[in-house]
């Protein structure tokens, strides 16, 4: 059982850098922040990752704040394949985790034997039933990574640096594209240093914000989130329908195609514009209060409330 200490922060998407001669990719911007802090850098190396995680239905591990997984790595040399489970160790600040972690090196050969015990598993380590763990994934994260090692200079501390672009899927369900710049170390005594370096990295890198979940968790977020928008729309989108069906005459289809993507700031003007020109269209005489519910339900939905049908 090892000690693991990570950062972990968020990016709104891959971003080329702007603002320098030539455009940097963030991988280059975080190279020179830790060069100018004193550490020697390896050369980045492009990883493919897929993780499968496995918990229980009501994602009890993930509650815990702990992982279990298998990793599967492919690099310009092959494939490896390793099991890894995860314990919080303690409270941690935002974007600084402090775990346990035990990883032990597979086989291909065994991967379908270490599905089917996992429940078994993690039953022992965590005091989870078994049943209530399938040995088929909660959830498979691919991630393409960019990889280096930099070593402080003087010190016994080394940091395996990543920067990651995964999506997490459920079954048929896929999340958005995310990134993700990770820090970690192994060194016991990186703690203090980490912390330190979390700053460096909030003041130098744009577009950077610190998450307090680990890959496992923010994916299931985001599943979980896209799954209520989706009906959430579908739900509001059929409402507001019904409610400018009292006042105009107009095509079901044509109005959910251009809401279901207006949520979207810069579609506002055009979808209120194009409410104003239905009812003048119309020829009918709606009263004020009528065409400023509407409005108004409109105006709700694009910013991602709930209308108001009435």
């Given at each position: 059982m090892g000690k693991e200490n990570e950062l972990k922060f968020g990016l709104e998407r891959q971003v080329r850098l702007s603002g320098t001669p030539s455009d940097e990719s963030l991988c280059d911007l975080v190279r020179k922040l830790l060069e100018f802090g004193r550490h020697e850098l390896t050369d980045p190396i492009p990883?493919?990752?897929?993780?499968?995680?496995?918990?229980?239905?009501?994602?009890?591990?993930?509650?815990?704040?702990?992982?279990?997984?298998?990793?599967?790595?492919?690099?310009?040399?092959?494939?490896?394949?390793?099991?890894?489970?995860?314990?919080?160790?303690?409270?941690?600040?935002?974007?600084?985790?402090?775990?346990?972690?035990?990883?032990?090196?597979?086989?291909?050969?065994?991967?379908?034997?270490?599905?089917?015990?996992?429940?078994?598993?993690?039953?022992?380590?965590?005091?989870?039933?078994?049943?209530?763990?399938?040995?088929?994934?909660?959830?498979?994260?691919?991630?393409?990574?960019?990889?280096?090692?930099?070593?402080?200079?003087?010190?016994?501390?080394?940091?395996?640096?990543?920067?990651?672009a995964y999506t997490g899927r459920y079954g048929e369900t896929e999340t958005a594209k995310l990134y993700e710049l990770e820090i970690e170390s192994k060194s016991g005594d990186a703690e203090e240093?980490?912390?330190?370096?979390?700053?460096?990295?909030?003041?130098?890198?744009?577009?950077?914000?610190?998450?307090?979940?680990?890959?496992?968790?923010?994916?299931?977020?985001?599943?979980d989130s896209t799954s209520r928008s989706n009906t959430e729309i579908n739900e509001e989108t059929l409402a507001l329908i019904e409610l400018l069906r009292k006042y105009v005459e107009l095509d079901r289809e044509e109005l959910a195609d251009i809401l279901k993507d207006a949520r979207h700031p810069s579609f506002k003007s055009r979808v209120t514009q194009w409410i104003l020109g239905r009812f003048a269209e119309s020829g009918k005489i709606v009263q004020k209060e009528g065409t400023v519910s509407v409005l108004k339900a409109v105006i709700n939905y694009l910013n991602g409330d709930n209308p108001s049908v009435g």
């Open positions: 990883l493919t990752i897929t993780d499968e995680y496995f918990d229980t239905a009501q994602d009890t591990l993930r509650g815990m704040g702990a992982t279990a997984r298998i990793r599967t790595i492919a690099n310009p040399d092959g494939k490896t394949l390793e099991q890894t489970f995860k314990s919080p160790k303690g409270m941690s600040k935002p974007a600084e985790f402090v775990r346990d972690e035990d990883t032990v090196p597979m086989v291909f050969a065994d991967l379908d034997t270490k599905r089917r015990t996992m429940p078994v598993e993690i039953s022992s380590r965590f005091g989870i039933s078994a049943s209530d763990v399938s040995h088929e994934p909660r959830l498979v994260i691919t991630n393409h990574r960019e990889q280096f090692i930099a070593s402080l200079i003087g010190e016994d501390v080394a940091y395996e640096v990543s920067l990651d240093e980490l912390s330190e370096l979390k700053f460096a990295v909030l003041r130098w890198i744009p577009k950077i914000t610190v998450l307090s979940e680990n890959k496992y968790q923010r994916a299931l977020r985001m599943l």
